[in-house]
T-cell receptor
Framework: DGGITQSPKYLFRKEGQNVTLSCEQN?????MYWYRQDPGQGLRLIYY???????QKGDIAEGYSVSREKKESFPLTVTSAQKNPTAFYLC?????????FGPGTRLTVL | AQKVTQAQTEISVVEKEDVTLDCVYE???????LFWYKQPPSGELVFLIR??????QNEISGRYSWNFQKSTSSFNFTITASQVVDSAVYFC??????????????FGAGTRLAVHP
């Protein structure tokens, strides 16, 4: 099946822990993105990557880290430095100025 | 600065009614793209349409239609004969040049549409 997969669907974290959200795609798109969505709000860009081994900070990168070791994968780590990590996280891929989104991961800090 | 405004926070209609979702944008760029995405309760954003700033022709796709007017900086979305399955949050977005040749998407806050039987 083609598309974007994100795992897990739901994630619970204790304060002070780092967690990693997975994003995998088999669309052969070069660009990948991570967004954060808070209740009743639009999406905000965390990080993006246009090619393997390269990534750039978005508008709200503090407390997050990423890697892009292969084209298909763009994992996001939410570190303990992120002060308010409870949110819905969406991964996207990009082709010709259009972005396509995965199903999302809902992170809750306990 | 680029900005997208969706003034309607929530809209509630009865099935088979027509409904229009408003989107107003601000940009200083002459070349840009506008988008609409649908977010059903499952959470995934579904791409609906992309519009180039040079193409003001209206578009129709089944029960969906889009009205792009550069003179008023609006890109409105109409659902004809709404159905319960249309219930979702709808986002309008604008692309802007960002660093490194990447076009960033600026999202509006979204409009929650509830279609009741």
């Amino acid at each position: 099946d083609g598309g974007i997969t994100q795992s897990p669907k739901y994630l619970f974290r204790k304060e002070g822990q780092n967690v990693t959200l997975s994003c995998e795609q088999n669309l052969n798109h070069d660009a990948m993105y991570w967004y954060r969505q808070d209740p009743g709000q639009g999406l905000r860009l965390i990080y993006y990557s246009q090619i393997v081994n390269d990534f750039q900070k978005g508008d709200i990168a503090e407390g997050y880290s990423v890697s892009r070791e292969k084209k298909e994968s763009f994992p996001l780590t939410v570190t303990s430095a992120q002060k308010n990590p409870t949110a819905f996280y969406l991964c996207a891929t990009g082709l010709a100025d259009t972005q396509y989104f995965g199903p999302g991961t809902r992170l809750t800090v306990l | 600065a680029q900005k997208v405004t969706q003034a309607q926070t929530e809209i509630s209609v009865v099935e088979k009614e027509d409904v229009t979702l408003d989107c107003v944008y601000e940009t200083r760029d002459t070349t840009y793209y506008l988008f609409w995405y649908k977010q059903p309760p499952s959470g995934e954003l579904v791409f609906l349409i992309r519009r180039n700033s040079f193409d003001e022709q209206n578009e129709i796709s089944g029960r969906y239609s889009w009205n792009f007017q550069k003179s008023t900086s609006s890109f409105n979305f109409t659902i004809t004969a709404s159905q319960v399955v249309d219930s979702a949050v709808y986002f309008c977005a604008l692309s802007e040049p960002y660093s490194g040749g990447y076009n960033k998407l600026i999202f509006g806050a979204g409009t929650r549409l509830a279609v009741h039987p």
